[in-house]
């Protein structure tokens, strides 16, 4: 059982060391030029990364039904 605790604990701090965080994603309504964002999400807060998948395209087809389309990803 403290072999277990100190293994959950490990993950965890590891997670909030890296920021288990999901990029943004950026969105922009062609007719206002107003911009909008989903994300970051935290890893922490959900179950799987699924989830953060899920919660992602969740806010992307909202924002997208009020007419903004993502934009391209900034390349480093």
């Known amino acids: 059982m403290t072999m277990r605790i100190t293994?959950?604990?490990a993950l965890?701090?590891?997670c909030l060391l890296t920021?288990?965080?999901s990029e943004p994603i950026y969105l922009r309504n062609a007719a206002t030029g107003a911009t909008a964002q989903c994300g970051p999400y935290n890893?922490?807060?959900t179950t799987t990364n699924t989830n953060v998948s899920i919660l992602e395209q969740k806010c992307v087809s909202a924002l997208k039904e009020q007419g903004y389309e993502p934009l391209a990803a900034p390349k480093y």
Do not use: F
């Open 12 to 14: 965890a701090a590891v």
């Open 19 to 21: 920021a288990c965080k």
């Open 43 to 45: 890893h922490l807060l």
């Open 7 to 9: 293994t959950v604990a």
